[in-house]
């Protein structure tokens, strides 16, 4: 069982920056893929990016490709999200999740945990 706790999310402007963090704990945080997920009201929750066990490996969708970096600290447990220069369509519900797959996945029913969220509003 791993425990995910996300902080950060708060109201920004556009073309701000923010960073999230993901605090786990629980069983070895090192031996699970980390990714981040958002979902916008009435969307589907959707992959944001993700980071392999060695930290090595990073995956991003397209449309933060540039702007948006995950990174993780083992030795402390936590994996971050850091964001420049956000839109307003990246406003959402930001999840942080674990997976017992070497490489991260897109796809969410590849993610065994689940953190409850935090949110960050991107105003125009």
């Known amino acids: 069982q791993v425990y995910l706790v996300e902080s950060g999310g708060r109201l920004v402007q556009a073309g701000d920056s923010l960073s999230l963090s993901c605090v786990a704990s629980g069983r070895s945080f090192s031996t699970y893929t980390m990714g981040w997920f958002r979902q916008a009201p009435g969307k589907d929750r959707e992959f944001v990016g993700g980071?392999?066990?060695?930290?090595?490996?990073?995956d991003y969708r397209d449309s933060v490709k540039g702007r948006f970096t995950v990174m993780r600290d083992n030795a402390k447990n936590t994996v971050s999200l850091h964001m420049n220069n956000l839109k307003p369509e990246d406003t959402g519900a930001y999840y942080c999740?674990?997976?017992?797959?070497?490489?991260?996945?897109?796809?969410?029913?590849?993610?065994?945990?689940w953190g409850r969220g935090t949110q960050v509003t991107v105003s125009p």
């Open positions: 999740a674990a997976s017992v797959r070497v490489t991260p996945s897109v796809l969410a029913h590849d993610y065994s945990y």
């Open positions: 980071i392999g066990v060695s930290g090595s490996r990073t």
